[in-house]
């Protein structure tokens, strides 16, 4: 490699390593900035295919978790994944849209439900697991269809959920079969509509300025939107749909700024580089029209962002000698139109895309067009994601491997260096750009990434955490996550490199965490630490791979290490104290690896233990451990309670709807025959998710079970109070989630995280709102959301508040700007939120 050679690219390393470096890394030790974990919900069906994808992160204006599933059904058959992540980041939930379709079926009566289970990374002995809540939320979407058809019920539901073994038959002692019942599905007839395809008329016009003339072209149907119509002369005047862009582009063009932009003008450019730099141009042309200030600096995420791309499809008429260096951040607003493809064709020698490219919170680029690119004869290329979107908006995985091809093509094509620089992406494997080690000078740079996982790591405050990181992969599939020894979860005082130990094989102890930090995050320390762990710096011939990598896992305190026991019978079904509900007792240890034994509390009246007594001992452990004891009944007698000795803390899981046997006694008795209620039935299924367990007829007169022993009749039962779905916000602590009974589930609700909900309903003259599927939130423990992305100025000093609309003793500045995700009717009062659990009210700020 020549001193030139190798000058440029310090040039171009200096450029993004440095300011990277001190926005992002500077703000790691003095502030501590902390994301959180990504999740897809990826959703499939015969025809229809929606998408939803939460992503989060959090930074110095902190922003919210957001957990989000979603299900899609058509025709008969459907396939759901349902995904749960909790992070502190803006958030949303965005279902890609579908195209309409005019179909012919024939369709039967059709269930289909499936179930995912989430449990964490569990520490085990013979019987005993370690699991974590998992919490969930589903909502559907199809596409319009048109037809005429009469058909038969249909079912597709999607939920992610645990349970306890549960059992569902109630029955008397006289029984009486029901009747079979069968549903035949009728025939749809479609009638199919011929689709045609619209016609688009583009009209290039001048940018509001003097000596504009106007060509009016009509594309062919069905063409590229950004084709340039074949019947433009020198003197069209082209029109960019962004007037910052378009100015930007007349500057590199050398034309004055009272004249528009002609197609003569771009082909008579005679220069071998046309170089628009939209931070160059802002220095250059400030927003307040004063002129430029010696000394100043732009980066790249601090661009005004580009609207749209349309009109720079005409840089293809330049000479053929000219190549094209260009950097813009593209805007990711709703109104944002972010298509690559007027820049197709355009003969590029430096591309910069900043953007937002895996955040579906935000309007996404669309990673598939950039194999339209031409970079034949470019010798750098980036794709970064846009910090003032989401800190993780670059690429993922997913989005490497679509665009992988592209840059390994880019690698190779002949140029005597080559700069590939990735961002603040959030990538754990970078092995599909293996094809960039050409034997030329290539350098692949991915500062500022961001590797969000969701698996919770437990901890027990005022103890060392000790966890294992997940892999991430180089270029070769070499693990690189055994190089940490920072972490940003700590009291400022002790963010500094080195506060984590490297025990090797990717585990790592921290020992004076944060107690107030949600999410545990280490990794590289970066730029603003100059030691050799600071960052990843390989070199393998001539190609250098850089990377500065932080990862981050949700973080669940615990007062205590726990051990808990669950009872059960011989069948696998818990054994029930006297009001129905299952046995289980949780015992709290003191500290991490202190012994534990379990014999005293493992008896119970009426039943002998035949689980191997070797469980009832053991060490506690970081993370929660479950020990499943097995009983045999000591006598045939029916067991109504249990006993056990005491406990320091005892909490109860899901109940179950036992197996009843009742034998009427007395002529004034009834037999009845119980329907038990089954998620494979379209019917039950709706009758369920009202909180009914089971059915019978008494007198002619249908009855609901809607708790243990609690019948209604059913036209008087309906426990809606609002039929309407929305997002609620959880407090700033753990929330505790019930069943339709009203008792108390084993799953959690994180902190300051939100979730959407179907309804409220109303369960033993409570108010809840139903989170999943035989999950409900009370309603006194969140607050109602409404998502909207907007900066917001205060107009004198503004109090902050907490979600509970009590004051936090600090306020915001006049005058200052503040990032809002959203807003909430706290104590009757708008509040906007600006940080994790901080809200500013409405009418302090414009």
Known sequence: MSAEERSVIDVLLNKKCVYLGVTLFSALILGGVTTSQTAKAATTSDTTTSSTTATSSSSPSATSPVTSSTSSSTGNNSTTTASTSTMTSSSSTTGAATTPTTSTTTTSPTTTTTTNGTTAPSTTTSGISTTSPTTTTTSSSTAPTTSTSTTSPSTS???????????????????????????????????????TNPTSTTTTTGTGTTGTSTTTTTPATGTDPYAIPSNVTDSTVVNFADPLLGAAVKSALNIPTSDPITVGDIKGYVNPTLGIMMTGYEMDHPANGSGPTPGASMTDQQDTPVESLDGMQ?????????????????????????????????????????????????????????AGLDLANATLFELSGGSTTSPTGGLNNQELAQVAPTIVKFANNG??????????????????????????????????????????????????????????????????????????SVPTTDLKDDNLTNNGNDSYTLTDADPNAKEL?????????????????????????????????????????????????????????????????????????????????????????????????????????????????????????????????????????????????????????????????????????????????????????????????????????????????????????????????????????????????????????????????????????????????????????????????????????WYTDGYAMINGVKMYRVATDEWVPASDVI
């Open 157 to 195: 539901s999607a939920s992610t959920t645990t349970t306890a073994p549960t059992t569902s038959t109630i029955t008397t002692s006289t029984i009486t079969i029901p009747s079979s019942s069968s549903t035949t599905g009728s025939t749809t007839t479609g009638t199919t509509t011929p689709t």
């Open 314 to 370: 005409y840089l293809q008429l330049l000479p053929t000698k000219t190549s094209v260096i260009f950097q813009a951040k593209l805007a990711s607003d709703a109104n944002a139109n972010t298509d690559l493809r007027p820049l197709d064709g355009i003969n590029f020698s430096e591309l910069t895309l900043d953007g937002n490219f895996s955040d579906p919170d935000a309007k996404e680029i669309d990673v598939s067009q950039i």
């Open 415 to 488: 140029q005597s260096y080559h700069t590939i620089e990735l961002g603040y992406s959030s990538i754990s494997d970078f092995t599909p750009l293996q094809g960039v080690e050409s034997g030329q000078s290539v350098s692949v740079i991915a500062v500022s990434n961001t590797i969000n996982d969701s698996t919770p790591i437990y901890a027990v405050t005022g103890q060392p955490i000790t966890f294992t990181a997940p892999k991430v992969l180089d270029l070769d599939g070499k693990d690189i996550a055994n190089s940490y020894h920072y972490s940003s």
């Open 521 to 817: 995050d280490y990794g590289q320390i970066g730029f603003a630490d100059y030691t050799p762990d600071s960052l990843t710096y390989e070199t393998k011939g001539t190609t250098l791979f850089e990377t500065v990598t932080m990862e981050d896992q949700p973080l669940i305190w615990q007062a205590h290490p726990t051990v808990t026991i669950d009872y059960m019978d011989p069948a696998g079904q818990p054994v029930l104290n006297a009001d129905g509900t299952p046995m289980t007792k949780t015992i709290e240890g003191n500290l991490i690896g202190d012994p534990y034994d379990l014999t005293n509390d493992s008896q119970i009246t009426g039943y002998t233990l035949t689980s191997p007594t070797s469980l009832l001992k053991g060490n506690y452990t970081q993370n929660p451990q479950t020990i499943d004891l097995t009983y045999q009944a000591a006598s045939s007698q029916t067991y109504a309670s249990g006993t056990s000795s005491s406990s320091t803390t005892s909490s109860t899981t899901q109940p179950t709807t036992s197996t009843t046997t009742t034998t009427p006694t007395s002529p004034d008795r009834v037999s009845i025959q119980v329907k038990d209620l089954s998620a494979d039935s379209p019917t039950d299924e709706q009758l369920i998710d009202m909180g009914v367990h089971a059915t019978t007829h008494i007198n002619g007169q249908l009855f609901y079970l809607v708790g243990n022993n609690q019948w209604v009749l059913a036209s008087d039962y309906n426990n809606v109070a609002s039929p309407t779905s929305g997002v609620v916000r959880t407090f700033d602590s753990s929330t505790d989630l019930v069943n339709s009974y009203g008792q108390p589930v084993s799953e959690k609700l994180m902190p300051n995280t939100e979730w959407k909900y179907s309804k409220i309903v109303t369960i033993n003259g409570a108010q809840y709102y139903q989170v999943a599927t035989d999950e409900f939130l009370p309603v006194q423990s969140g607050v109602e959301f409404v998502s909207t992305k907007a900066t917001v100025k205060t107009q004198t000093r503004a109090t902050l508040y907490d979600s509970q609309g009590k004051s936090l003793g600090r306020g915001l500045s006049s005058g200052s700007s």
